[in-house]
Every structure is written in C-alpha cells, then in structure tokens.
Antibody, heavy 122, light 112 residues
C-alpha cells in the first residue's frame, strides 16, 4: 500500500525553528514528486511547493518562496518542510501529498499524508 | 484570492443533484491543463475524487462526475447523501509563473 505518514503535532513559539516530516512507503520514493499544502484555520488549501526526491529538484509557490524550505532524504524515504523563524500566521495544518505518476506537470495528488498541525503561539 | 474560483458554498437536499464550478483562465484550465477534484471531510485529509477532468479513482461512487470546458470545470454530485457534506477543491496548473500547482478556494457542500 502506498502511504505517506507525517510527523506529529507541534506547538512552538514565534521565532522558533521547526522541521516536519513526511515518510513515504510502498513505492519507489525517489521516482515521484511530493508536494506540501497548507490549510490555515477555516481556510482553503494552498500549494506551497514540491520536491522530486530523486534529484532534489524543488519548486516553490511564489507565495512561499523564501518563507519555507522543502527538502528530502532519499536514504530514509522522507520529505521535509522547515521554517527558520516561525510566526503566529504559520499556524495551520500542513499536508504532504504525492503526485500520482512520476511527472510533475498536469498531475494530481494521491495519496495524501494525514496532516501535521502546527500551532505557533507565545 | 485563488486564481481558480469556486463558489464558497452550495447546498442541496438528500437525493438532489448539485454542481460545483471551478473557473480559471487562459493560463491554467484554458491552456489545456487538466482539472482534478478533492473531497475533504471534516477532520480528515483531502481525498482524490476526480482526476484528469472526468475520471473516478477506484472506490469513488459514480454519483460523482466531472467535466471541463474552455476555462472552467464542474463537479456534479447526484443522489446527494448526508455523508457528502464536506469541502470540495479543484486543482490544476498555471503556466503564468513557471507551471505551478493551483487549488481553488474550496466549496462547502451542505446537505440540508
């Protein structure tokens, strides 16, 4: 079974750093793109960026470029989303999702991780 | 504000048919990029509902269907059931800023 399992909920203070993870299993991790999607409280889905673990090619949404860093460690089938300095406005659920096929363009996302709730509060 | 525009909410009684629109532009849906739909039940992760405009993954009831024309796409749900109450999102790509993923703003479906 193809599966993405994300790390657990986090509670952080403004200014702190954070790295959340998304571990893939049941498929060739290096051959499919993994994207990150934000859902702020009461809001819709926002695409943040995507990475191809095979060569770490990464693309960011213009809205998130410079705000977060997406990376992957193919030796342990895990993708990451990290912040160097969190803000209260980063409070959200973050989902990882795999492209259905190895192509990036014109693809859809399936499956999705279960989501990681990040709460940033002083 | 999303580049893919969806109505914030739709509603219908059990058994009825509802449609959710997803309106884009010449740089995304109108450029020929496919549209995909996701269902997000309360407290759960999004689930793929329709891929490549009008295809259902295994396990998705045939009450759900998708279509695309010009710069817009639609999701139709027939025989509405209480368990269909959820948020629905369309997704496509946009070539205006280097081929990026786009999500619609989402539509809350209420089953009356």
């Amino acid at each position: 079974e193809v599966q993405l399992v994300q790390s657990g909920a986090e509670v952080k203070k403004p200014g702190e750093s954070l790295k959340i993870s998304c571990k893939g299993s049941g498929y060739s991790f290096i051959s499919y793109w993994i994207g990150w999607v934000r859902q702020m409280p009461g809001k819709g889905l926002e695409w943040m960026g995507i990475i191809y673990p095979g060569d770490s090619d990464t693309k960011y949404s213009p809205s998130f470029q410079g705000q977060v860093t997406i990376s992957a460690d193919k030796s342990i089938n895990t993708a990451y989303l990290q912040w160097s300095s969190l803000r209260a406005s980063d409070t959200a659920i973050y989902y990882c999702a795999r492209t259905f096929s190895p192509d990036f363009l014109n693809n859809w996302f399936d499956p999705w991780g279960q989501g990681t709730l990040v709460t940033v509060s002083s | 504000q999303s580049v893919l525009t969806q109505p914030p909410s739709v509603s219908g009684a059990p058994g009825q048919r509802v449609t959710i629109s997803c309106t884009g532009s010449s740089s995304n849906i109108g450029a020929g990029y496919d549209v995909h739909w996701y269902q997000r039940l309360p407290g759960t992760a999004p689930k793929l509902l329709i891929f490549a405009n009008n295809n259902r993954p295994s396990g998705v009831p045939d009450r759900f269907s998708g279509s695309k024309s010009g710069t817009s796409a639609s999701l139709a749900i027939t025989g509405l059931q209480a368990e269909d109450e959820a948020d629905y999102y369309c997704q496509s790509y946009d070539s205006s800023l280097g081929a990026h993923v786009l999500f619609g703003g989402g539509t809350k479906l209420t089953v009356l």
